[in-house]
């Protein structure tokens, strides 16, 4: 085709692509599909190096510093309580009254709290050692999740940051609801346990020792029990 204003010669077929190629349109385009494999390949990459926020790590791990904690303490109490019991047990001069009968009921139930205590511990470091694969079962399978999310750049709301939400924070990265009533249950259990060791040592001395010791060591049961006391009231306020 011979271009009557300048003379030259214009290439065949330039007509046809000046008519099927719109000017806002890119030259290559990429396909939806490769985009989303794309997608999807960075998620692979950033999900095999992945870990929690730094609000969440550390959350979890004072949680988990203190369930250790309170589970070796409360282990201990059942073995004093035991030893208690073995005691009541082998000795034969303590009348079959109602003092002893409650002697036995308070060292057995202290038993048996501090060691649900210890088990709701235990549990409660179970759950935090599963919770980065939690939150990675989120990202997968849930796109309008937190962790989904903050993983793709958003950040963390901050009413979540307040020590108030701090179990809600958590559920949010995949920590189940129970976390927070395994949590409840083991404060409860590690004060009453204390609770009724320090009242069973009190009953034991008041029936094989002399008015005038039980009298000089109820105040230092008391004293010993202050910080249960500070527990309980924090607690309550809360």
């Known amino acids: 085709m011979i271009s009557l204003a300048s003379g030259t010669e214009e290439p065949q077929g330039s007509t046809f692509r000046a008519a099927n190629v719109s000017p806002n349109e890119q030259p290559f385009p990429p396909p939806p599909v490769e985009q989303t494999r794309n997608d999807t390949e960075g998620l692979s990459r950033l999900l095999q190096e ?105 950040p963390i709301p901050e009413i979540l940051l307040t020590e108030e939400r701090e179990t809600e924070l958590l559920e949010e990265f995949g920590i189940p609801r129970t976390f927070k009533l395994l949590g409840w249950h083991m404060l409860i259990s590690f004060i009453t346990g204390s609770l009724f060791i320090a009242i ?20 230092l049961v008391l004293i010993t029990l202050s910080p249960v006391f500070l527990i309980l009231a924090a607690t309550v306020q809360e």
């Open 50 to 154: 992945y870990s929690l926020p730094v609000a969440v790590a550390s959350s979890l791990t004072s949680w988990t510093k203190g369930a250790n904690s309170l589970a070796v303490i409360m282990a201990l109490l059942a073995g004093v309580q035991v030893a208690l019991v073995q005691l009541v047990a082998q000795n034969e001069s303590l009348p079959n009254d109602v003092t002893t009968r409650s002697l036995r009921w308070f060292m057995y139930a202290g038993v048996l709290i501090d060691l649900g205590g210890a088990a709701s511990a235990i549990a409660i470091v179970v759950t935090s050692t599963a919770a980065v694969a939690a939150a990675r079962d989120k990202i997968i399978l849930e796109e309008d999740s937190l962790p989904h999310k903050v993983l793709k750049g958003d």
């Open 200 to 219: 069973s040592l009190c009953i034991w001395i008041w029936k094989t020792e002399s008015s005038v010791i039980f009298g000089t060591l109820v105040p």
